[in-house]
């Protein structure tokens, strides 16, 4: 009882705790009653039905990127700016999730398709629903229009970051910079991106967190796809790639995750803050992929089964795609 309680408030309870530590609300002048009652509008914001994509997820992404604005590659050359968006995005950035994926909703017509014409429409959707809430609590109500706005456009540019169709674009350009050698983290554009990639990391990080854990969350996102499967079947609408619980399982669709969207991502990640924590992280990474890989082999008597979805992901096929993120 007490866990669950401790669960239905973590989101506000975290990050309350996170602005304090970075020195946000001395050095933005935050009015806690405002900055509680926000966090709490966000916190109730998120569906607390969906097995996955509710409160806690968001919660765990925060913890997430604190650690990576954590790591010394970055830390010195932040901002409190930066980490207050950083940490804005994080909180914010599944915002009113829906549980079904971003093909579910344009196969079905939902205004929100149509509002963002079939792009980016969850992560539009998280965004637009963040900047109703930072305007409603008034947060920033003292700091200047136009940093009010700059602060909602560089929010979008975080949360648009973590559409996972748009990985691929990403990450060729972090890899560019990394083989270039060229990131100059005084460059608040490069700054940014950083943030975006490490955003991204947070997002997609629970295979890289201990067996016990990951593999809850594992559980979890796979409820949330098979519910989706099982409405899409019950209404004929076409079953979603990774969404029928008669065909997949747990263990291809988190083997096909790691392989070709996690793995990429924190190889070049490492590359970037070569650290002790990126080093556990690929560690527990190489671990749990074993570990799902006898899974398989227990369940069908071969491990060579990786799903093929991950790699097809490109945003030339966005609408048959499925979001993970
Ligand atoms: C969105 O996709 C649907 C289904 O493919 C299509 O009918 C509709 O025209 C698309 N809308 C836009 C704005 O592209």
New binding site residues.
């Given amino acids: 009882f007490i866990f669950i309680l401790f669960l239905g408030n973590s989101l506000v309870s975290l990050t309350f705790h996170l602005f304090n530590l970075h020195g946000l609300i001395e050095h933005f002048q935050l009015d806690t009653m405002k900055l509680r009652r926000f966090l709490v509008m966000v916190q109730e914001d998120y569906h607390s039905q969906n097995p996955y994509h509710n409160a806690v997820h968001a919660a765990d992404v925060t913890q997430a990127m604190h650690c990576y604005l954590k790591e010394p590659k970055l830390s010195k050359s932040l901002t409190p700016w930066d980490v207050l968006l950083s940490l804005i995005a994080a909180a914010t950035h599944d915002l009113d999730h829906p549980g079904v994926n971003q093909p579910f909703l344009?196969?079905t017509n939902h205004y929100l398709?149509?509002l963002y014409?079939?792009t980016s429409v969850l992560e539009n959707h998280h965004w637009r629903s963040a900047v109703g809430l930072l305007r409603e609590s008034g947060l920033f109500a003292h700091m200047s229009l136009e940093n009010r706005q700059l602060m909602e456009s560089q929010i979008g540019d975080l949360i648009l970051a973590t559409d996972i169709s748009q990985q691929n674009e990403y990450l060729s350009m972090f890899r560019s910079h990394l083989d270039r050698g060229d990131l100059c983290l005084e460059n608040p554009n490069h700054r940014h991106f950083i943030l975006q990639m490490a955003l991204k990391c947070a997002d997609i990080c629970n295979p890289c967190r201990t067996w016990e854990l990951s593999k809850q969350w594992s559980e979890k996102v796979t409820e949330e796809f098979f519910h989706q499967g099982d409405i899409e079947k019950k209404y004929h609408l076409g079953v979603s790639p990774l969404c029928d619980r008669q065909t997949e399982t747990i263990a291809n669709i988190q083997i096909g995750f790691m392989t070709y969207l996690v793995e990429p991502l924190f190889g070049e990640w490492a590359r970037f803050s070569n650290t002790r924590l990126s080093q556990t992280m690929l560690g527990h990474l190489g671990l749990n992929k074993a570990s799902w890989k006898g899974v398989q082999r227990e369940q069908s008597g071969s491990a060579d089964d990786v799903d093929p979805t991950f790699e097809e992901m490109d945003s030339d096929i966005l609408?048959q795609e499925p979001r993970l993120s």
Wanted: no cysteine.
């Fill in positions: 344009i196969k398709a149509t014409k079939n609408p």
